[in-house]
C-alpha cells in the first residue's frame, strides 16, 4: 500500500523537472539546436503521461483502496491489490521506456497518424488495465456491506470513490478499443491505413471524464474530510451524494467540447455536447455552496460571530492542520480553474482560443491546483498516518500550497494572456517565435512566455520543498503506535436515505442512455465524412513509414 | 436541505440554461459559428487561392509537414475568405493571429470556416498542433490591402 502511494511520488521528481525545462524553453531561456526541438516534445510527452495519466490514476487507486478499507471495514483482497499495482506498474515502466528511448514522442493525446512505438500503446493499456482490476476489486466489498448494513448509507467517501471509477471504466473501454484494435496493429504494421478522425472521437471520449477522474478524489476530500478539518459538519448529505451522481451523468457526453475546430462532425452535434458540458458544471456550483457554507458553520460555531468574518476566520496556516491548508488553497484555484473551463466550452467561444496557451494556462488550474494539492497533501498525510512518524518540517509544510499557488498564478496569467495573443500551445516556442534571431520572432509572446517561465520556476521550488519534507518525514523514526484514520465530517442536514441517492443502477443507465444520445450519431459521422486512411508517420520524416 | 440550498440549485440551474441560451443566440442567431461539417473529397491534394465572384475567395489550403500551401495570399480588403483546410500528412493546427479562426488539418478530411477581412495588414498563420520536428517554424500569410 505504501509503495503504491510513494511511487507516483517518485514519478512527480521527473515530471516537474520536466515541466521547469518546458517553460525555460518556450521562453527561449534555453535554447538548443535542431536535435533540442525533439527532445523538448520527448519531455513534453513523458511531463504529459506521467502527471496527467500515471500519478492521477496510481493516486486514485491507492487513495481508493484505502477509503474502501476504511469506511467498509472489510477486508480487501490483497492477492488482487498487488496484482493491480503490478500491472500499473509494468504498463508504466513499458510506456515509459517507450518514451525515453526516443520512440514514443507523440505527446500524452497520441494523436495518429503520428505513430509510437507499440510497446508504448501496450504500456497504456496496462496501465488502464491495472486500474480496473483495483476497481473490480472493491465491487464485492461494496455489496457485503449493503447486504451487511442494509440499514445504513454508504459512506460518501465511499459512493465518491465507486462513481469515479464506475465514469473511469465507462470513458476507458472507448480508448483500449483505440489503442489495442486501432492503434497496436497499424503501430506493429499488420494494418497499414487508419481512420484518424475516429481515433479522435475516441480519444476525446476518454479524454475528458480523465479530467474528472483526477478531480474526483479532491471533491471527495472536499466533502468528506475539510469540514471535519474546520470543525464543521457536511452541509448536507443529500447534495454531497447528488454531487457525485451528477457528475456520473455528465461526465462523459462532452467530449466534442475538445473537438470544436475539427472538421467531419456537424456543429449541431457540437452544440449538445457543450450543452451537456454546462450539465457538469452544476454539481461544481453546488459543491461552491455547500463547502462556503461548512466554512462558515464552522466558523460560527469556533465561536466568530460576524456576518463575513468567516471567510478569513480559517486555519489557513495551522501547522498541525496542514491537510487543510492544502485542499483550500486547491479549492481557491479551481474557482479560477472551473470559469475558464466553461469559457472554453462555450462553443463559438472556442474559436478565440483553441490550442493557443489559453488551453494548457486553464487546465494547470485544475490538474496543477486542486488535483495536484490534494494529492500532495493526502499522500503526507497518509504516508504520516500509515507509518506512525510525526510529518517533518511542519512551517515548511504549511507553506508548501501558498508558493504552489504563487507560482500558479504567473505560470497560468502568463499562458492565459499568451493564448489570447495567439501564442500557440505544444510548441517549442524557444527556436523560432522567442528567438530575437529568428525572421519569426514575436516579441508579445516574449513577455508571456516569461511570466510563464518565472511562475514555474516557483512552482518547481514550491515542489521541491514539497519533495524535502516529504523525504525528511520519511527518514524519521516512527512513534510505534500506528492508528490510521481519515478525518471523517458528518453531516448537519442528514436527510432520509431515499433510494434516488441509495442506487448506482438508474444513474449508470441514465448515464449510458446520455452517452448513446452524444456519442452513436458522432461516430456515424466520423465514419462517414472521412475518405482514406491515413499511413504512419515518425514526427521527424515527412514520408510515411510503408509496410 | 434548506432553503438556502434549494435556492442555491435553482439559481445555478438558471445561470446555465441563460449562459446556454446567449450561446446558442451568439452561434445560430448572429452566426458566430464553429467549423464546418464538409464531406471528405479526394481530388483535394493542391492548395491554391479561387475567386467565387467580386467579394468571395475560395481558399483551399494544404498543410504538411513543416508548411502550409499557398504560403502566402493577398486579398483585397473588405473580401470574404472561405477557407477549405486539409492534411497531407499528420494532424496540423491552422490558427489566424488577431482572427478567431481556429481549426485542426486532419488527413482524410476537409475543414471548413468563412471569415471576413475589415481591417487592413498582414495576418500570420501558425501551426498549433505538434507535427514533428519543424512544427515551431510552420507559418503562413495572409496580406490584406
Request: charge should be positive; include cysteine; charged fraction near 10%.
Amino acid at each position: 500500500m505504501l509503495l503504491e502511494l510513494l511511487i507516483p511520488m517518485l514519478l512527480l521528481v521527473l515530471g516537474v523537472y520536466l515541466g521547469l525545462i518546458q517553460v525555460l524553453s518556450r521562453a527561449g531561456v534555453i535554447r538548443g539546436d535542431s536535435i533540442w526541438s525533439l527532445k523538448y516534445f520527448e519531455g513534453l510527452t513523458l511531463h504529459g503521461v506521467v502527471n496527467a495519466i500515471v500519478v492521477t490514476t496510481f493516486f486514485a487507486v491507492a487513495f481508493g483502496n484505502a477509503v474502501m478499507v476504511y469506511y467498509l471495514k472489510n477486508k480487501i483482497n490483497m492477492t488482487w491489490v498487488w496484482v493491480s499495482f503490478w500491472v500499473m506498474m509494468i504498463g508504466t515502466l513499458l510506456a515509459a521506456w517507450a518514451i525515453m528511448s526516443g520512440n514514443a514522442t507523440v505527446l500524452y493525446t497520441f494523436y495518429a497518424p503520428l505513430k509510437a512505438h507499440p510497446l508504448f500503446y501496450i504500456g497504456v493499456a496496462l496501465l488502464v488495465v491495472g486500474s480496473w482490476i483495483a476497481f473490480f476489486n472493491w465491487i464485492p466489498m461494496y455489496l457485503r456491506f449493503r447486504k451487511e448494513h442494509p440499514e445504513k448509507k454508504t459512506p460518501i467517501a465511499v459512493v465518491g470513490t465507486l462513481a469515479n471509477f464506475v465514469i473511469w471504466f465507462i470513458a476507458t473501454v472507448p480508448v483500449a478499443y483505440e489503442v489495442l484494435v486501432i492503434l497496436l496493429p497499424w503501430s506493429l504494421g499488420y494494418v497499414s491505413e487508419i481512420n484518424v478522425m475516429l481515433t479522435r472521437v475516441l480519444f476525446w471520449f476518454f479524454g475528458h471524464p480523465l479530467v474528472y477522474f483526477w478531480l474526483l478524489p479532491a471533491y471527495i476530500m472536499y466533502y468528506a474530510f475539510l469540514p471535519k478539518l474546520v470543525g464543521s459538519k457536511i452541509y448536507s448529505d443529500f447534495a454531497a451524494r447528488l454531487v457525485f451522481f451528477l457528475f456520473l451523468i455528465f461526465s462523459i457526453p462532452v467530449g466534442l467540447h475538445h473537438q470544436f475546430a475539427e472538421p467531419s462532425i456537424n456543429p449541431n452535434l457540437k452544440l449538445l455536447h457543450a450543452v451537456f458540458t454546462f450539465g457538469v458544471a452544476l454539481p461544481s456550483l453546488i459543491t461552491a455552496f455547500s463547502i462556503a457554507a461548512s466554512l462558515e458553520m464552522g466558523a460560527h460555531l469556533r465561536g466568530h460571530k460576524g456576518l463575513m468574518s468567516w471567510v478569513y476566520r480559517q486555519p489557513f496556516f495551522d501547522k498541525n492542520n496542514y491537510l487543510f491548508a492544502y485542499l483550500i488553497v486547491g479549492l481557491l484555484i479551481f474557482i479560477v480553474g472551473g470559469a475558464t473551463g466553461i469559457l472554453n466550452a462555450s462553443y463559438s467561444m472556442n474559436n478565440l482560443v483553441h490550442n493557443t496557451g489559453f488551453l494548457p494556462g486553464h487546465f494547470h488550474l485544475t490538474v496543477a491546483g486542486p488535483v495536484i494539492l490534494a494529492i500532495f497533501g493526502m499522500t503526507v498525510y497518509m504516508y504520516s498516518n500509515l507509518t506512525g512518524k510525526e510529518v517533518k518540517l511542519k512551517s515548511l509544510n504549511v507553506a508548501v500550497p501558498y508558493i504552489w499557488a504563487l507560482g500558479l498564478t504567473f505560470f497560468s496569467s502568463g499562458l492565459m494572456v499568451g493564448g489570447l495573443l495567439g501564442e500557440p500551445r505544444r510548441t517549442n516556442l524557444g527556436i523560432s517565435y522567442t528567438n530575437p534571431d529568428s525572421p519569426l520572432f514575436h516579441s508579445d509572446w516574449q513577455i508571456t512566455t516569461a511570466i510563464t517561465a518565472i511562475g514555474g520556476t516557483i512552482m518547481f521550488i514550491a515542489a521541491l520543498s514539497y519533495f524535502t519534507v516529504l523525504i525528511a518525514t520519511m527518514a524519521s523514526k516512527s512513534k510505534g503506535s500506528v492508528a490510521f484514520s481519515f478525518p471523517t465530517s458528518e453531516a448537519y442536514h442528514d436527510e432520509k436515505n431515499i433510494s434516488l441517492v441509495k442506487n448506482f443502477a438508474p444513474w449508470i443507465l441514465v448515464a449510458v442512455v446520455i452517452i448513446l444520445i452524444a456519442y452513436v450519431p458522432t461516430i456515424k459521422e466520423a465514419l462517414e465524412n472521412t475518405a482514406g486512411g491515413a499511413l504512419p508517420y515518425l514526427p521527424t520524416n515527412p514520408v510515411p513509414i510503408t509496410p | 436541505m434548506d432553503r438556502a440550498e434549494k435556492f442555491i440549485i435553482s439559481f445555478s440551474i438558471v445561470v446555465l440554461v441563460l449562459f446556454v441560451t446567449g450561446i446558442i443566440i451568439v452561434a445560430k442567431g448572429a452566426g458566430i459559428d464553429i467549423a464546418e461539417c464538409v464531406p471528405s473529397d479526394k481530388t483535394f491534394t493542391e492548395g491554391r487561392l479561387g475567386q467565387l465572384d467580386e467579394h468571395t475567395y475560395q481558399a483551399y489550403y494544404v498543410a504538411k509537414m513543416w508548411a502550409f500551401e499557398p504560403r502566402e495570399i493577398e486579398i483585397p480588403l473588405e473580401s470574404e475568405l472561405d477557407i477549405f483546410l486539409t492534411s497531407k500528412d499528420v494532424v496540423h493546427g491552422f490558427h489566424i493571429n488577431e482572427k478567431a479562426v481556429n481549426l485542426m488539418a486532419v488527413p482524410g478530411t476537409i475543414n471548413k470556416y468563412r471569415v471576413k477581412f475589415s481591417k487592413k495588414g498582414t495576418y500570420e498563420i501558425v501551426c498549433h498542433e505538434f507535427c514533428g520536428t519543424g512544427h515551431q517554424n510552420m507559418v503562413g500569410k495572409i496580406i490584406v490591402k
